[in-house]
């Protein structure tokens, strides 16, 4: 995919050139899936929060739903996920496990690491071009299920991911947002849901391939984590895992062929500080390299959709 840059003189207020070049802004956006600003003056984070306030014309979005560790910076700019710096982090679409998402990204580039650290996209109309029709027709006929566990002092709690400690407040909301709740013995909490795998975009109509059913296979871990955490847990009790919608096994070479597919179709660019990426997340998907160094990623989330 294409990431358009656009590059002010050193010192250039963002939020001006933002409120001149709104309309041209969001229609590169929604055409090529991403943009990245460069050059401007932010402000810190509070700049970053205006730059969502007059991009996306609203404030940015709670984290909702949590299932990654994210620290807040200030308000609702959050750091992006808080995973070990050697680790990967694969291709996904924020929240596309969830019955509301953000429509649009954000990322402020606070410190760059010393080494690798990009943040790759892939164009998930390219992605779902790049699926085998018959894998495609499956999912579509079938969904995806996502089965998530969450297990006392192990991982990201219920609590922390539904904001609340109150187990008929998280029933409600899971009723709500077509989960289904299962309290373990343990204290801990097992939700099941089932999503639709490909979507239409709302404004290009086109097919994408929207959905967490790689992301949260097991198989798409690194294999020692995979080691790890299967002779902790059976698989009915991983973090998380995921499944045809209707509770089949996902094959071994199905979940091959998704993963070569976002590969096929990703891009990269290495951050410089300062820099404010943007992304259409019903057309690209988003993940991290491994790196070293300190890297600070800031990030936003606005436009809730549930289409």
């Known amino acids: 995919m294409t990431v ?22 969001r229609t590169v956006l929604a055409e090529q899936g991403a943009i990245l600003l460069r050059g401007f ?37 959050y750091t992006s996920t808080d995973y070990p710096q050697g680790e990967e982090i694969f291709l996904h679409n924020e929240n596309s496990y969830q019955a509301v998402w ?10 760059p690491a010393h080494t690798l650290g990009a943040t790759p996209l892939a ?27 969450f ?10 991911a539904f904001g609340t400690d109150d187990r008929d407040a998280v029933e409600e909301y899971c009723r709500g ?18 999503r639709r795998a490909v979507h239409t975009h709302p404004e290009t109509g086109s097919r994408v391939w ?18 790890g955490l299967r002779e902790i847990f059976a698989e009915e ?14 094959p071994d070479e199905v979940m091959d062929h998704l993963r070569a597919a976002y590969r096929a179709a990703s891009t990269r660019f290495d951050w410089q500080r300062d820099d404010v990426l943007v992304v259409d997340n019903m057309l690209a998907a988003h993940g991290r390299e491994p790196f070293t160094g300190p890297r600070k990623i800031a990030v936003a989330m606005a436009e809730p959709w549930d289409g």
Do not use: M
């Not at 810190?44 to 205006?50: I, L, T, Y």
């Not at 009790?237 to 996902?250: A, E, Q, S, V």
């Open 102 to 111: 953000p429509r649009t990204l954000y990322f402020l580039c606070i410190e």
């Open 210 to 227: 929207f959905n967490h059913a790689t992301f949260f296979h097991v198989s798409s871990l690194a294999q020692e984590v995979q080691e």
């Open 177 to 194: 947002k077509g989960i289904e709740p299962h309290w373990r013995p343990d204290g801990g909490l097992r939700t099941t849901a089932v």
């Open 41 to 77: 003056e932010v402000g810190g984070v509070d700049g970053f929060d205006r730059v969502v306030r007059v991009l996306s014309g609203s404030a940015p979005l709670t984290y909702a739903e949590r299932s990654s560790p994210r620290s807040t910076i200030k308000g609702q700019v």
């Open 151 to 160: 297990h006392a002092e192990f991982g990201v709690q219920w609590q922390e």
């Open 123 to 149: 164009d998930i109309r390219d992605v779902y071009r790049h699926i085998d029709p018959g894998v495609r027709e499956e999912f579509e006929r079938r969904g995806w299920r996502v089965v998530r566990n």
């Open 237 to 250: 009790d991983l973090p998380t895992n995921t499944y045809y919608g209707d509770g089949g096994r996902i």
């Open 4 to 25: 358009t840059e656009f590059t002010g003189p050193p010192g250039t207020p963002i939020h001006a050139y933002l409120t001149e070049n709104r309309d041209k802004l």
